[in-house]
Each structure stands twice: as structure tokens, then as C-alpha cells.
């Protein structure tokens, strides 16, 4: 059961969790691994790139005759066992995208959060006009104490997409080592595991709700 708190910190009430996040999808844990798999892979650019022993400069001429000098025979100063030779098996640029389906990224994103709600560690921030000004205050506010939020749990603070307190809260949250900030259109399953704790805005919080307590619910 979330709770539902003020700008100062102070515990309003306590709020039912929504029932699609109230299951078990302990049988989704692939899901899981597969979605965060696709969201670490899809960013990487995949340009990493050598060069064959046929595509490295120079080599063309036999460095020594093949008998009477004592040495092993060698065909080329470029062959792989040669300094500045070709690389074996080296990488060539590639992509790393990986697909998943619509269903089960929705699928994996829902048992992820669902955990996050079993193990309360879902907060609501019911602030409404967000007026928090000092990084200290925002710090108090997440973790009681700008002293404790050096030692306190990773919590990641997401807003609504279009809330106009998200600016403010990204300026706040970037001189706390262990806060994230994001909005609900960039929240992935990744950042919901990578953090031990998540508080949305009540906007965010309503928009996640909404959305995933529709017709399209796991």
C-alpha cells in the first residue's frame, strides 16, 4: 500500500494498491530479463570495428625465403600472430537491437513495478504546486535529512510528462548521487529495478495507474 505524502514529508494517508499491481507475475521474471536485455541493448552503437589480416596495409612481399634461414616460415608481415598484423574473429560493426513485442514489454514493465509495490517502496508526493526551491529541502523531503540522503536508499523521482514542476525537480535531484529523475513517457523496467525505491507525483502516479489498469492490462 503506497503512502501518500506532503511537500514537507509528512505521511497524508495510505492508499490501496491498484489491483494490476497487486498480483503475482513471478512467472514473468523472462519477461523481465528479455526487457531489460532490449533497453541496454538497443542504445549501443555497435561501431566497434577491425581489421583482417586481407585489410590491414603492407604484407605483400614475403618477409624472408621459406628455407635455409632457420627461422619458421612466413608468408606476410600482416598474418594474425605478426605486431600490427590482422585481428582473428575481431568485431565488425553491427547493430544490437533487440525486439520484443508491445504485449510484453507492457507484460515485464507491470511485474516489475508490481514487486516495487510488494515490497513498499512506492511512494506518492501529493505536493500540488511544487515550491521546493533549495536542493537541502528536496533532500529532506525524500530522505528526512540532507545528511541522510548520502547514505539513504536510491530513489527515483518521476513526474507527470507534461508536469511543469518536472524542470524544477530535475535541478533539485542532480547534486543527490542517489536520485534519478525521470517522467512516466521515459520510465522502463530498468529504472524501476535499478532504484530501491520510487516516488511519483500524484499526476504521475495517475497517468501510470490509468494506463495500465485499462483494457490492456496484463
Do not use: C
Amino acid at each position: 500500500m503506497p503512502k501518500v505524502i506532503d511537500a514537507s514529508g509528512n505521511v497524508l494517508r495510505q492508499e490501496e494498491t491498484p489491483g494490476v499491481f497487486a498480483r503475482d507475475y513471478s512467472e514473468k521474471a523472462h519477461a523481465i530479463f528479455r526487457a531489460v536485455h532490449r533497453e541496454l541493448a538497443n542504445p549501443r552503437a555497435g561501431t566497434a570495428s577491425t581489421k583482417k589480416r586481407d585489410e590491414v596495409r603492407g604484407g605483400g612481399r614475403k618477409p624472408w625465403r621459406q628455407k635455409g634461414t632457420g627461422r619458421a616460415r612466413q608468408g606476410s608481415i600482416r598474418s594474425p600472430q605478426w605486431t600490427h598484423g590482422g585481428v582473428v574473429f575481431g568485431p565488425q560493426p553491427r547493430s544490437y537491437v533487440s525486439d520484443l513485442n508491445k504485449k510484453e514489454r507492457r507484460a515485464a514493465f507491470v511485474a516489475a513495478l508490481a514487486e516495487r509495490f510488494r515490497d513498499d517502496a512506492v511512494t506518492v508526493l501529493d505536493a500540488g504546486d511544487f515550491a521546493i526551491e533549495k536542493t537541502a529541502q528536496f533532500a529532506a523531503l525524500l530522505f528526512g535529512s540532507a545528511k541522510e540522503a548520502k547514505k539513504g536508499p536510491t530513489t527515483l523521482v518521476v513526474f507527470g510528462r507534461d508536469e511543469n514542476s518536472g524542470e524544477q525537480m530535475h535541478r533539485l535531484g542532480r547534486n543527490l548521487r542517489k536520485v534519478g529523475i525521470t517522467h512516466t513517457g521515459a520510465l522502463d523496467v530498468k529504472d524501476v529495478l535499478r532504484f530501491s525505491r520510487i516516488v511519483f507525483t500524484a499526476q504521475a502516479y495517475s497517468q501510470i495507474v490509468t494506463t495500465y489498469s485499462g483494457n490492456g492490462a496484463v
